[in-house]
Structure formats: C-alpha cells, structure tokens
C-alpha cells in the first residue's frame, strides 16, 4: 500500500528507499553458507519496477470501505495506474480489508486507448493467513499467484481481490 501511495504522490515524492535492505527484514533472507529466499516484500518492489510506466494516472476506484478506529471509513482498496512510454498500462491494487475479499472496479477511461486494452499479464499475491512468512523451511508459502477473472470492458478493469492482497496487472 505505501508503494502505491508514493506513486500516487510521485509529483512530490523525490526519493524513496527501502530501508529494509540494510536492517533485518531485508526483502531476500538468507542463511550463512545456505539458501536464499525471498521475502513477501520483495514481489511487490520486484513487479512494480518492471512493470510501471513514466507517467502516473489517477484513478476511480469503485470498492466497500471499513472502519478504522484511528481514520474512520476507510477505502477497502486502494489502486494507481501508471502508462509507459510504449503506451502499455500497469495497474496496481491492495485490498487493505483483513475480513473480506472485494470486486473491484476500476475506471481506466482517462487513459487513451483504455476501451482497446487487453490484459497481459496480472500477479496476485496473498495467503489466507495474513501472519503467514516464507522462511527457511518454507521458503516459498507466500508468493505470486496468476489472478483469474480479470475482464476489460469499456475501460473499466474488473478483478476479485481477496482479503489482505496486492495485484499487478499489465495492459495494452
């Protein structure tokens, strides 16, 4: 979710770093002399590096918003779209909601050429335990999923996300 909101913000945010590199819950683990795993961190970073454009668009997210004793109603998803110099368009959601998995829709119509857009590839990441972490000896629990059901229909990207999940999807 913060890596969505620094790209949403990308006209003001200059810098940004994964202080996690340099502490202990790095985004890749490793035993000394052993294997080296990656953590659930390190997909959203890796995806998006690959996958985002130069320029960021906003968006019109249709979802259920929950309560939160700290900000009250609260957008259950939160999402930001970003096109490439080669006209591609990558889209990147979180489903914040740690009780329910959600429709989402998500209004595309500001980018050109959004009613011609196809999916070409989409990655889900999530596990049905939230707590749940790779570890040494389970070095791939939780880890990037193809996301089924996806549909582009008049620009208007449609997907199912499920509860505590993040979502790459790359169109053109």
Not at 94 to 114: F, H, K, Y
Request: proline content about 4%; glycine content about 8%; hydrophobic content about 45%.
């Amino acid at each position: 979710d913060l890596l969505i909101t620094l790209l949403q913000h990308a006209d003001r945010v200059r810098s940004a770093s994964l202080a996690q590199l340099v502490n202990v819950i790095g985004p890749i683990m490793t035993e000394p002399g052993g294997p080296a795993w990656r953590q659930t961190t390190f997909f959203p970073f890796s995806i998006t590096s690959r996958l985002a454009g130069e320029r960021v668009v906003p968006l019109m997210v249709e979802s259920p918003t929950f309560t939160s004793s700290r900000f009250g109603e609260v957008a259950a998803v939160n999402a930001v779209a970003t096109v490439g110099d080669d006209g591609s368009v990558g889209v990147f959601a979180v489903n914040r909601s740690v009780g329910e998995g959600t429709e989402v829709r998500i209004d595309l119509s500001e980018i050109a050429g959004a009613a011609g857009l196809t999916v070409l590839e989409a990655h889900l990441l999530h596990d049905d335990d939230r707590y749940a972490a790779n570890t040494l000896d389970d070095r791939e629990r939780v880890r990037v999923r193809r996301i089924e059901g996806i549909r582009v229909e008049g620009g208007v990207l449609t997907l199912t996300l499920p509860a505590v999940s993040w979502v790459a999807v790359r169109l053109a």
